[in-house]
């Protein structure tokens, strides 16, 4: 047989079925590479592919090729060293269309042969349909346009493929009116089978046997209908296989790298925190591979917020409902840790870990009397009575507005942040006990019921073993299964996938760009590069809905205003727009979120603040002291009424507090369009700057539900009129992309903030309550 015969066989078995979406990335058809080319964006992961062998004809063919999202390049060649040499070059593109419903695509191919002199060229248009999520429907015309020496032969593909149910599938291909075949698929468990069936012309019957090797290869072997083994391929994808293994693992999953909202960008010094993305790519991943059936979780140096703690919980807890084992250890007992691991089938104790089980604490650290004694005055103004932010610079206490705030914010996130672990405990009695006596020895932290044994890392998987399964294996192996960034499943599924744009607001919100810190480790987040990516998002028609996650106390108050503004608009007249927030959304942060039609929260979140305040610093009192003078030079008497020279002026105190009550005004104008809370209600009892813990918030109408990522998902689909079951991508539009690109920003960002300095900074939102976060 012809090589060239042999690519148009495999090319044509495999028109419907898109290539790559099952458990077949070599086969039948390399990939769709020497294909259908509109299977190309529905084969959704970067790989290649190599392909050899000879046939009856003791031709040898060799071929390759590689393929993004939406292009695609191949190279084929065949010689029997004697009358046959010939070669093939293909590039490839291909578009999803309607929310990947339909694929345009679209082959440019140049072919050689020792049969003619010069080169062919030849274009073939094809185009894929899934109507159903168990029909895919697939049709090319090859060498459609051609133009060289030796015009190659038009051929009109077509075929479809029907999923029987998962793990079987049924092809049908035809080539113009002269072949017809089909191709039978099937998931064996450690093997996947392939059978091409001829129905009418010259074709012959040929059996795939496919095995995938770790999560990213997979190989495969052809077999003719003369039983003999003639043709190999290894494919590779950058998605990873979801369950290549077969026997039952137990797998460790390291949690030591700082868990954040987002990674900063490049750093010489290596990886240095993971994002709450990847870490649900990660358990996305574990909850694809059936093999992982003893999961051990490491806290050993764990760093993270509650939002993220409860993210992590809700992982266990559907790995839970799989029927798998899921152990936590923890080399420290505190709270978030508690949290992120209360949902384990087992919680184990390091023996000589210290435990933090004492309560909600936090310290205020108050500088007025300094100032007052090295000649410093800080003038700052506010609106809201409980808006405590200004007071360490302009009270020797704390008011009794914000002890009373605080108190109560702090009893009701404590209950929030400790309700999950308290569950397991049949009688919390000795629970309680600890808090009025504390221990910090681990043996009480099992005592009371907090943890269910210590032990050592080493002895974990034997003792979940023994106990749970009763095996005695002392000597276990336990593979780790450390979280990477940009992890995707390898995606079968052919319904529609629609988009949905993810927003990260976090950290401090400040006029202009933000970036990343690198002398405070702290991020901040820009109006001037939030209302870029705003601005593109309003005009891409790819986006069903927008989430923006939110982990900020606040800042700029014109920033947000701004950022407010925007969002308004686009849920009003461009897309529903989900507001979700992680550890906390006060302040200006609170403020964004109320742009969304609706607003999630998690129970431990910090929400509210509705407040701001605002002023300067004089130092005159300091320079007099120092025996130095500063002269201000001006055109006009209040030029310089952001200068630290002198204090403020009776007129300009008053026009910043005009500033100050009107801001607010409109702030609470704000949150009463997005709760229809009553404006006078709202200012009387819920603003002022009062802080609020989620649970409190959804209690008092600040929040409309309680919920994390996924929450936040349900509602954008629901919003936008996507079915639940169906698959979406989430999409980030401030993501470092580059990472270099956002370091070189990043260090940009520090210069201005080193030059910015000596500056007067004169007024923002609230800086985040003590909290020991």
């Known amino acids: 047989m012809k090589f060239s015969t042999l690519i148009g066989v495999f090319a044509a078995s495999a028109l419907a079925y898109l290539p790559g979406e099952w458990s077949f990335p070599s086969i039948p058809n390399s990939n769709g590479l020497f294909g259908n080319p509109a299977g190309l964006s529905a084969f959704d992961s970067p790989g290649g592919?190599?392909?050899?062998?000879?046939?009856?004809?003791?031709v040898y063919e060799f071929s390759a090729g590689f393929n993004g999202d939406y292009l695609g390049a191949t190279f084929s060649y065949h010689s029997d060293y004697d009358d046959v040499d010939e070669s093939r070059w293909n590039l490839i593109a291909s578009l999803p269309m309607l929310d990947r419903f339909a694929f345009l695509g679209f082959s440019a191919g140049a072919f050689r042969s020792s049969d003619f002199h010069g080169t062919d060229f030849s274009a073939t248009p094809g185009i894929l349909i899934r109507p159903f999520q168990w029909l895919a429907l697939g049709f090319d015309s090859k060498h459609a346009v051609q133009f060289g020496p030796e015009k190659q032969r038009r051929i009109q593909e077509y075929g479809a493929t029907l999923r029987v149910f998962d793990g079987l599938s049924v092809s049908y291909a035809g080539e113009n009116k002269e072949t017809h075949r089909l191709l039978v698929e099937a998931n064996l468990g450690f093997l996947d089978l392939g059978v091409q069936i001829p129905i009418h012309g010259d074709d012959e019957y040929r059996v795939f046997a496919s095995h995938a090797f770790g999560r990213s290869f997979q190989g495969t072997l052809a077999i003719d209908d003369d039983w003999k083994p003639r043709h190999f391929s290894v494919g590779y994808h950058s998605a990873k296989l979801a369950d290549p293994y077969v026997l039952s693992r137990v797998v460790r999953v390291p949690l030591s790298l700082p868990l954040t909202e987002t990674e900063p960008g490049f750093s010489l010094f290596g990886r240095s925190s993971?994002?709450?993305?990847?870490?649900?790519?990660?358990?996305?991943?574990?909850?694809a591979d059936k093999s992982a059936q003893l999961i051990i979780f490491d806290f050993t140096g764990y760093k993270a917020?509650?939002?993220?703690?409860?993210?992590?919980?809700?992982g266990i807890a559907k790995l839970n409902l799989q029927g798998r084992t899921t152990i936590a250890y923890l080399d420290e007992l505190r709270p978030t840790t508690l949290l992120a691991s209360s949902a384990a089938t087992r919680i184990v104790l390091e023996p000589s870990a210290r435990v933090n089980y004492r309560g909600v604490g936090g310290e205020v650290l108050y500088y007025k009397g300094f100032f007052d004694w090295v000649g410093i005055k800080v003038e700052l103004l506010r609106h809201g009575a409980y808006k405590s932010?200004?007071?360490?610079?302009?009270?020797?206490?704390?008011?009794?507005?914000?002890?009373?705030?605080?108190?109560?914010?702090?009893?009701?996130?404590?209950?929030?942040?400790?309700?999950?672990?308290?569950?397991?405990?049949?009688?919390?009695l000795p629970l309680d006990s600890l808090l009025e006596h504390p221990s910090l020895l681990a043996k009480d932290a099992k005592r009371v019921g907090l943890v269910d044994t210590l032990l050592y890392l080493?002895?974990?998987?034997?003792?979940?073993?023994?106990?749970?399964?009763?095996l005695d294996?002392?000597?276990?192996?336990?593979?780790?299964?450390?979280p990477?960034?940009?992890?995707?499943?390898?995606?079968?599924?052919?319904?529609?996938?629609?988009?949905?744009?993810?927003?990260n607001i976090e950290g401090s919100i400040v006029d202009g760009v933000g970036g990343y810190d690198p002398l405070t480790g702290s991020r901040s987040t820009g109006s001037a590069e939030v209302l870029e990516a705003l601005g593109k998002l309003m005009k891409s028609p790819e986006y069903s809905a927008l989430i923006v996650r939110i982990n900020s106390p606040g800042g700029s108050a014109q920033a947000s205003d701004e950022i407010w503004h925007r969002l308004h608009?686009?849920?009003?007249?461009?897309?529903?727009?989900?507001?979700s927030i992680g550890d906390m959304g006060a302040s200006g942060g609170y403020m964004i979120a109320c742009g969304a039609n609706e607003i999630i929260a998690e129970k431990a979140s910090i929400v509210g603040s509705i407040g701001i305040f605002g002023g300067k610093v004089s130092v005159k009192g300091l320079l007099d002291k120092l025996k130095l003078r500063m002269e201000p030079v001006k055109t006009h008497p209040h030029a310089d009424a952001e200068g630290q020279g002198r204090e403020f002026s009776p007129e300009e105190r008053e026009a910043l507090q005009n500033y100050l009550d009107a801001f607010y005004d409109r702030f609470l104008d704000v949150v009463t369009g997005a709760t229809q809370l009553p404006k006078d209600s709202l200012d009387r009892s819920l603003a002022g700057g009062r802080v609020f813990t989620g649970s409190q918030g959804v209690k008092n109408g600040l929040i409309h539900r309680i919920g994390g990522l996924d929450a936040a998902i349900s509602e954008a689909k629901r919003f936008a009129g996507i079915p639940e079951s169906r698959p979406v991508q989430l999409e980030s539009l401030l993501s470092d992309g580059s990472y270099l690109s956002r370091s070189l920003s990043d260090q940009i960002r520090l210069l201005d903030w080193v030059n910015s300095v000596e500056k007067t900074q004169v007024w923002a939102l609230f800086v985040s309550p003590p909290l020991p976060f």
């Open 305 to 314: 917020g509650t939002a993220i703690s409860k993210e992590i919980e809700r």
């Open 473 to 482: 294996a002392p000597f276990v192996n336990v593979s780790d299964y450390a």
């Open 458 to 470: 080493d002895e974990v998987a034997p003792y979940a073993l023994k106990t749970i399964y009763g």
């Open 49 to 58: 592919v190599l392909n050899f062998g000879r046939d009856k004809d003791d």
């Open 569 to 579: 608009t686009i849920s009003q007249t461009r897309m529903p727009v989900v507001a």
């Open 484 to 503: 990477r960034a940009g992890v995707r499943i390898f995606d079968e599924d052919w319904r529609p996938r629609s988009k949905i744009a993810l927003l």
């Open 389 to 428: 932010a200004v007071e360490p610079y302009t009270a020797d206490s704390m008011s009794a507005e914000a002890r009373e705030n605080y108190t109560q914010l702090y009893t009701e996130w404590w209950n929030t942040l400790t309700a999950d672990s308290r569950m397991r405990i049949s009688t919390t």
């Open 274 to 287: 993971m994002s709450i993305e990847s870490l649900r790519e990660h358990f996305d991943l574990l909850l």
